[in-house]
């Protein structure tokens, strides 16, 4: 971002976030801004700007604004300005829109984070903002891979015993309540902060799976790290969300090496009509040239 007191920006850029894209999208934009006023800077010291720069006058003015829902207690901050906390459904988010200016709307959630999607859908209607889903793309099996496609988490839970008794559950913290009745299955589970639900004993927690291992942990893991999890725990199956991002995972790839089979949970719909991107050079190339003022 580039700020100049007194000088409004041209355009703010409200990334809802929570993802690698959603941060690295950030720091593409604080580092295009700076870029920008530093070469206009350097027009208005007499030096040679570059030609692109002179052709187009004054830097463009760019804030950015990363939301995020608050679910990770340290959360990495990306560049620019962050808020956190929900909005309160899409009028909160409109709302919100209205007050700050904004005039772009990235929806950088997570593929999984189907709610906010909606929600991002609606308030861009109400508000009339231009609105990109950032989604990267999902997995696909390579030879040797032993993948079975589950379309939620309930039916993941359904299909599960059939496939293995010690499973490396990795579909996030939340949501375990869905295998909480696979009394017979143990489950590996690794997430950042502990499981809301992971607290034995309170009467108010959501149910758990009886035979359960949290390990708290943060990524980017390794292949080794992944092979050398899935020996020590002696994991006969791996439980997934197609999330995507990079071409495979590790986890997939020592999935692979072991014969290990997966339950891959199929991704939810995107709302109808939303303009997509697969990937932040995608988003930038949108936010510069097809909405531009
Ligand atoms: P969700 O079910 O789609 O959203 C539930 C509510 O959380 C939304 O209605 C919204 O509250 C609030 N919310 C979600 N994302 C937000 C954001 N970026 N900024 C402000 N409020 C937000 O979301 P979720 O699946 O719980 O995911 C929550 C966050 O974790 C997202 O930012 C997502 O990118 C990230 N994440 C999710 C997954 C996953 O598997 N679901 C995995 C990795 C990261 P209001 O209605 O009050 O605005």
Do not use: C
Not at 26 to 36: C, F, S, W, Y
Not at 110 to 134: D, I, K, Q, T, Y
Not at 183 to 208: H, I, K, M, N, Y
């Amino acid at each position: 971002m580039s700020a100049e007191p007194g000088r409004a920006p041209d355009r703010h850029v409200l990334i809802l976030g929570g993802t690698t894209e959603a941060r690295r999208l950030a720091v593409e934009l604080a580092a295009a801004g700076t870029r920008a006023g530093a070469a206009a800077d350097g027009a208005h010291a007499g030096s040679a700007p570059d030609a692109g720069t002179a052709r187009r006058g004054p830097a463009e003015r760019v804030r950015v604004t990363t939301s995020l829902a608050g679910r990770v207690a340290a959360p990495v901050l990306p560049p620019g300005e962050t808020r956190i906390g929900g909005f309160g459904g899409p009028a909160g988010l409109a709302a919100w829109i209205s007050a700050h200016q904004v005039t772009h709307l990235v929806d950088a959630t997570h593929p999984f984070a189907e709610r906010m999607s909606f929600n991002a859908a609606e308030a861009a209607a109400l508000s009339g903002v231009p609105l990109l889903a950032l989604r990267r793309p999902g997995w696909t099996p390579e030879p040797g891979d032993a993948w079975t496609y589950a379309d939620s988490l309930a039916d993941a839970a359904e299909l599960l015993p059939a496939l293995g008794t010690r499973a490396f559950l990795t579909t996030g913290r939340t949501g375990l309540h869905g295998f909480a009745h696979l009394t017979e299955t143990w489950f590996l589970v690794r997430s950042v902060d502990p499981p809301p639900d992971f607290v034995r004993g309170d009467p108010q927690a959501s149910p758990v799976p009886p035979r359960l291992e949290v390990l708290l942990a943060r990524g980017p893991f390794t292949l080794a790290d992944e092979r050398e999890l899935l020996a020590r725990h002696r994991i006969d199956v791996l439980v997934t969300k197609d999330s995507g991002g990079t071409a495979t995972s590790p986890k997939l790839t020592a999935a692979r090496e072991a014969g290990i089979p997966v339950l891959v949970v199929r991704r939810p719909a995107v709302p109808q009509g939303v303009v997509e991107a697969e990937s932040v050079a995608a988003a930038l190339h949108w936010l510069r040239y097809d909405h531009a003022h």
